[in-house]
Structures are given as C-alpha cells and as structure tokens.
C-alpha cells in the first residue's frame, strides 16, 4: 500500500469510528440512537476540522457528544499521521523508513530527519497555544456560565479555534459575543496561529528568542515563513477593509453596530474564512459581494503545515507570483529573490485546476438534487466544505440527504488534499526518463 493510500484510509478509518461514537445513545442528549447520517456527517465534519453541521452541537449532543467532537478535531486537526506517530512514541517504538516518507508527505516536509522531534514540538505546540486560550476564554465564560460549564465552553472552543473547526456550543455561534475584545482577540489569535503552519511558528520562536537573548548569530528566515506571513497578513488586512466598506450600508449586519464593534465584526469576518468556521454576523444576511468575498478567502485558505485548508497561501503567491512573471516577459519565477522551481509551479497549478474542479462538480451536484436553493449558497456551502471552513448561509441542516453526502465528500477531498487523493488512488507517479519534443502552442 503507498503511503498517500496509508494517510487517506487512515482519516476515512478515523472517520468511521467516530461516526460509531456519535451514534450511540450516550452521545445525544435525548438519549437516543443518533441519526447515521447526522453522525457520519458530524464526525466528517469534525475530523476534516470544518465545522458545517445539521444539527446544533449544544443542544443536540451530550457532554460525551461533544466530547468526541473536541477529540475528532484534535485528531483531525494534528493530522492522522501526527497522532498516531505520537502514539507510537509514546509507547516507545522507534520509526521505520515507511512512517517516516508517511510524517514526511503528511507534513509536506522538505526531508525525512527529525521526524521524532518534529512531532513533539507539534504536540507541544499545540498543547501551549490551546491551553492559553483556555485560560484567556475563562473571564468571558465563567461569570455567565459557573466554572464546570464555563471550564468545557473555554476548552471546546480554544480547540475549536486553534485546529481551525468551527463548532460552536452557543445556537447562534459566536454572534453574542462580537462587542467582546477578549473573545474576539482570543479566537481570532488561534485561527491565525493554528492555520499559519508550525514551521512559520518555530521560525518565529527561534527569531524572538535570539531577539531577546541578543545573540549574535542572525537568523535567515525560510521562504515559507516570508511567503505565509506576507500573504496572511495581507489577506487579513485587505479582508478587513473590504468586509468594513461593504458591510457598513447594511443595516443587519454591521449597519446597527457603532464604530468599535463594527471593526471588530470586519476583523473577526476577515479571520474566520482562514478557515474557521465562527462567526460573529448572521451570514445568510450579508450582501451578495460580502458573500463572494468570504467565498474568495475561503478557497485561498490558511498556509501548509497548519490546521486550516483551502489552496493556501503559497499557492496563491507562486500562481501570482507567475502570473508577474509572465506580463514582465520573463522566463522564470522569482518570489524574494528566490528562484520557484518548475516543479513547484505546476504543483501549485495542479493544486488550483484540481481544487476548482472538485468545486464545479460538488456545485453541480447539489444544483441537481436541491435545484430550489440560490446558486450563491450552494457556491458558499461547497467552498466552506472543501476549503474546510464550517460557515453556512443556514442551509446545511436543510439540504437533501444526497446534498449532505456530497459536502461529506467534499469536505474529505478538501482535508486529505486533491493531489494526495489522486496519488493514492492512482498511485505513486514514476520518473521517466523519456524526453518529447517541444512544439508552441496558442494561449490566452
């Protein structure tokens, strides 16, 4: 078995058990056999750390309910291959050569050393971020809720937020706290840091700690940490201007707020489609450019190596990075005085053809078996499933049970990855040393 076929069955198997978890009487709140559909859509939902659901999480699942949504978000947040390398160091095995191509590809890491180490610090990581934002989502929680509810509000959610799923325990998910700075800023901060990838991270770690020690040593910053920065920060920023000029005319979303809250809900609109599914508007009632817009960063996504999905961030600057290239006239691609290997280029080409292919065919799909939705909310449901976002317009729960098994599938297209999906189904491609030759041909 090649090990894109290890990783893709390893998330559908994570997927089936926790489809068997949400099913069981102990896991609703009634106390009744849960529905199979609701469960296999839950737990996909929860494992491909999206956060669509059909159901409301808070009312309809018990504590053991949503417990096992928490751990399936973990889990699908760490990734399959992380968690049960993690396991396997734990009970002190050491790797072989196959787990670790599997944590190299899993990871899209350059090389297959430190694998070990790479892991603990993805677990450490993890564990440090989650934990503050427990703590820091305590104040808002507690005084409401006493400290047991209080306690699981700021858990669930800090996980939520860090793997970048959008499960939310409130009905109207984060809506009555858009005026809180402290919740808005906590959330915000670990949608960021948990879709920003962990090598961007460690970089910015070791930067600081040289900074504050004041050694010598200077530290030369990978071109992933430049590129996922850049291009984060400037989506964020531009995100935010434009939710604020759009939004501000309308009276049921950011028309009603005064000034303060009105860049707060513009800030966290900006954040969440990076892709986190919290939300902090009715998003049935923005406009229809509002809506495009959260479609547009949606499929942008958050960086590689991080817990958020889309195309990423990298592809976007190699593609506009080309496209600069090419209106320049010149003959290869350069992003920070670093010349883009062809084979990065025609990854991040593949990536986009397959993405929006994958968006088209989900799109028709459900057009056919619910033909009486609007065409700009099956766009949206679609895009937040394979992007692994978790915003809806409100439709989620009321599609046909043939719409709901296309978003499940989407939604495992868009966490295993296009490329890695057809190279397991294909399997691994081969080298060739056969060489044709080359001829023009008309574009554009």
Known sequence: MTVARTICL????????????????????????????????????????????????????????QFFIALLVQIGGLGYMTTTTFLILLIGRKFDMRQKIAIQQALDRPGMSGSSQVIRSIIATTLIFEITGVFLLLPAFVPKYGWNEGLWLAIFHSVNSWNNAGFSLFKDNLIGYQSSLLVVFTVTMLIIFGGIGYQVILEMYIWLRDRILKKIKTQVLSLDFKVATSTTIILLILGTIAFFGIEIRNPTTFGSLNLRDQILVAWFQS??????????????????????????????????????????????????????????????????????????????????????????????????????????????????????????????????????????????????????LMSAILGDPRPTNIHYPEENLLVG
């Open 10 to 65: 390893g998330f559908f198997a994570v997927i089936a058990i926790g489809t068997i978890l949400l099913m069981m009487p102990f896991s609703t709140s009634g106390g009744t056999w849960n529905n199979l559909i609701v469960a296999l859509f839950t737990s996909t939902s929860a494992v491909c750390v999206t956060g669509l659901s059909v159901v409301d999480p808070g009312t309809y699942f018990s504590f053991w309910g």
């Open 271 to 420: 954040v969440t489609p990076r892709t986190a599914g919290f939300n902090t508007i009715d998003i049935s009632k923005m406009t229809t450019a509002g809506l495009f817009i959260t479609i547009a960063l949606m499929f942008i996504g958050a960086s590689p190596g991080g817990t958020g999905g889309g195309m990423k961030t990298t592809t976007l600057r190699v593609l506009t990075s080309c496209t600069k290239s090419i209106l320049q006239g010149k003959e290869e691609v350069l992003l920070y005085e670093r010349k883009i290997a062809i084979s990065l280029i025609l990854k991040a080409v593949g990536v986009l053809v397959g993405s929006v292919a994958t968006v088209i065919l989900a799109t028709i799909l459900i057009s056919l078996t619910d033909p009486t939705l609007d065409f700009i909310q099956i766009l949206f449901e679609v895009v937040s499933a394979f992007a692994t976002v978790g915003l809806s317009t409100g439709i989620t729960g009321t599609v046909s049970t043939a719409a709901k098994l296309v978003l499940i599938i989407t939604m495992y297209v868009g966490r295993v990855g296009v490329l890695l």
